[in-house]
């Protein structure tokens, strides 16, 4: 059961029932007393007087919600009352989608696009404007929908180019989504009382990465002080600051939600490292708390390596050295993570260590040719085909099933009267004739166009699914132009299932994960903290950012940890990069 084993500072938040922020360090059990949380409350409606309301859990990525909601499900807890998933999702689901008649741009239909698409349009808009394909250009309008730049600038004019380009072709992004909803809001009031009335509670998930509008979103709905609020997270890992996330204590959320009260509670203890790896990591943070290991491997012997002599080029070897070290320790390859500063940055090194290691299983190049947009139409169904049939994956494909009912629901209504055995039933049947040995845009389109010819839904050019199909085509094909990627219909499969093997990732996609060995590469100044960072940006900020990083980093290894700073990277004037200054 979701209660068993729990601390009882876990289950005192757990039982809590008012406004609150719970502070949790790493390997705290933070997603154990969420989920505990939320099965508490589905558990006693009653008690907590839910009634026809609903519980809303806000989580940073879709992977997050999908987890939770999967746990909660394998307890046998109903969870109807329960909608969970990104602010962004929730801004299209419960208050742009229903809303759409009140926002003229949207009301003869859009389409989402993400930040691949997003970036493809800015490079030619960068080349237009003269500038350099590494200038960065933040597309976010305030709530006036006028560029933070200043007139006159090159960056202003690729700001408003891009923009008409969205506004011409029925598209908006996601800072769109959150400023059209923002928007909305602040403009209808009884929008945020209807709102607040409907979620009884309203569950934060990593607050600390919410960003300035998203807080605004929020505090519209729970200043109603009809919904109650809690704030999950650790201030010490706010590692997206550099991508507009603000970090508040309980002070400035008390007063900006305008709460009655708000209780302050915080786990302490670590169930995850030894405790030599939590002293290490510890220096990297500013509250002046002690973590205790709770951990079987508090007195474990840890290596706690810096290494900053190994050139560029024998990276990979050096690397592979490791993993197999620990390999023939016994430990498992799924308990290795090898951590990198940037997605191109695990491609390459990928691709390295995999042509070292052809025994080894390699969970590394982690770019799906296909993006992984939630807000597409068809990207569930896409999925449904995908991901392997066996009990394993049997919640996963029922929550994709419910989902891709819902989006068909709301575009023709006759498909309510169709049961989620028939429409897995077809997409079965569909996906068994399918031919892989194609072009993956000539899968995607024969999947989709089969599906709606079996249902008998309109895919005519001027259609909402026509158009989503297309859209969906066009992100894989650039996706797979930015990234040179060569796959076919036939290499899908292992970008939609479970992948064992030492893991190859980013810096920042790694938090909440949690390995016997992680090893780090690319620890020089400019990559961690990236240049984004660094340039014009105060020596305040920059020390932030990186301790920050170094935080998250450290905290996720249990058992062992490499710091490498490989020499023979070079800056565009030819400059040597320098070790990250706070190792």
Same mark, same amino acid.
């Given at each position: ?6 601390? =009882? ?5 757990? +039982? ?13 059990g ?7 949380k ?21 989580t ?10 999967? *746990? ?15 602010? &962004? ?7 742009? +989608?229903? $809303? ?11 389409n ?6 997003? @970036? ?5 808009l ?25 007139? $006159?600038?090159?960056?202003?004019s ?13 598209l ?10 923002c ?10 009382? *209807? ?5 009884r ?14 807080? !605004? ?6 200043s +109603?002080?009809? =919904?109650?609020?809690? %704030? ?8 997206y ?7 508040? $204590? ?6 900006y ?8 509670m ?6 995850? =490292? ?5 002293d ?15 951990? !079987? ?26 993993? *197999?070290? &620990? ?16 997605? %191109? ?9 995999i042509?070292?290691?052809s ?13 992984k ?18 009990? =394993? ?8 099933l419910?989902?891709l009912?819902?989006? /068909? ?22 996906? %068994?004739? /399918? ?11 024969? /999947? ?20 989503e ?9 650039k ?5 040179s990627?060569?796959?076919?219909? $036939? ?32 620890l ?24 920050r ?9 249990? +058992?062992?940890?490499? /710091?490498?700073s @490989? ?5 565009q ?11």
């Amino acid at each position: 059961m979701p209660y068993r084993n729990l601390t =009882s500072e876990q289950l005192d938040a757990v +039982k809590f029932d008012g406004n609150l922020l719970l502070t949790a360090c790493p390997g705290s059990g933070k997603t154990k007393t969420l989920v505990s949380k939320l099965c508490f409350i589905l558990e006693n409606k009653e008690l907590f007087d839910i009634g026809k309301k609903k519980i809303v859990a806000l989580t940073y990525t879709n992977v997050a919600a999908d987890t939770i909601l999967e *746990r909660i499900i394998s307890y046998g807890i109903n969870s109807d009352s329960l909608w969970i998933g990104t602010i &962004h999702s929730f801004c299209l689901n419960w208050i742009i +989608k229903p $809303n759409i008649d009140r926002i003229p741009r949207l009301s003869k239909g859009f389409n989402v696009i993400d930040e691949y698409e997003k @970036e493809f349009i800015l490079n030619d808009l960068r080349e237009r404007y003269n500038l350099s394909p590494y200038d960065k250009i933040d597309t976010l309008l305030d709530l006036s929908f006028t560029p933070v730049y200043s007139r $006159n600038t090159a960056e202003y004019s690729v700001v408003k180019a891009y923009h008409s380009y969205l506004y011409e072709n029925r598209l908006i992004d996601f800072d769109l989504i959150l400023n059209l909803t923002c928007n909305l809001l602040l403009k209808n009031d009884v929008l945020c009382e *209807r709102l607040s009335l409907i979620m009884r509670y309203i569950l934060v998930d990593e607050y600390q990465d919410t960003s300035h509008i998203q807080y !605004e979103i929020l505090r519209l709905i729970v200043s +109603k002080r009809n =919904s109650l609020v809690t %704030f999950i997270g650790d201030k010490e890992q706010a590692i997206y600051t550099g991508l507009g996330a603000v970090v508040k $204590n309980r002070e400035e959320l008390f007063d900006y939600f305008n709460l009655e009260e708000l209780e302050e509670m915080r786990l302490t203890g670590c169930f995850r =490292s030894s405790q030599s790896i939590i002293d290490f990591y510890s220096k990297y943070k500013d509250d002046a708390y002690y973590i205790n290991s709770l951990s !079987e491997l508090k007195t474990f012997p840890s290596v706690i390596l810096k290494e900053n002599s190994v050139d560029i080029t024998q990276l990979s070897v050096y690397v592979s050295g490791i993993i *197999r070290t &620990h390999l023939e320790q016994g430990i498992s390859p799924s308990e290795i993570a090898v951590l990198c500063p940037s997605w %191109f940055d695990v491609i390459k090194l990928s691709n390295e260590i995999i042509s070292l290691n052809s025994d080894l299983d390699i969970d590394g190049i982690m770019v799906s040719p296909i993006p992984k947009n939630n807000e597409n139409l068809w990207l569930n169904l896409v999925k449904l085909a995908l991901i392997e049939k066996n009990p =394993s994956n049997y919640l996963v494909r029922q929550k994709l099933l419910r989902d891709l009912l819902k989006e /068909l629901n709301d575009l023709e209504s006759y498909t309510k009267f169709l049961s989620p055995k028939q429409i897995i039933k077809e997409i079965n049947k569909i996906e %068994f004739a /399918l031919d892989y040995n194609c072009e993956i845009d000539i899968w995607i389109k024969n /999947l989709i166009t089969n599906f709606c010819s079996s249902l008998g839904l309109d895919v005519n050019n001027q259609s909402y699914a026509y158009k989503e199909m297309i859209c969906l085509i066009d992100a894989t094909k650039k996706r797979m132009a930015k990234y040179s990627m060569n796959y076919r219909a $036939n290499d899908l499969h292992s970008f939609f299932n479970f992948k064992s093997g030492v893991k190859i990732t980013t810096c920042h996609s790694t938090k909440g994960d949690e390995y016997d060995v992680i090893i780090c590469t690319g620890l020089l100044n400019g990559k961690i903290p990236n240049w984004n960072d660094i340039i014009d940006c105060s020596p305040a900020h920059q020390n932030y950012v990186a301790r920050r990083l170094l935080y998250v980093i450290g905290s996720r290894a249990k +058992k062992h940890l490499y /710091l490498i700073s @490989e020499s023979g990277h070079k800056t565009q004037k030819g400059y040597p990069y320098q070790v990250t200054p706070q190792l």
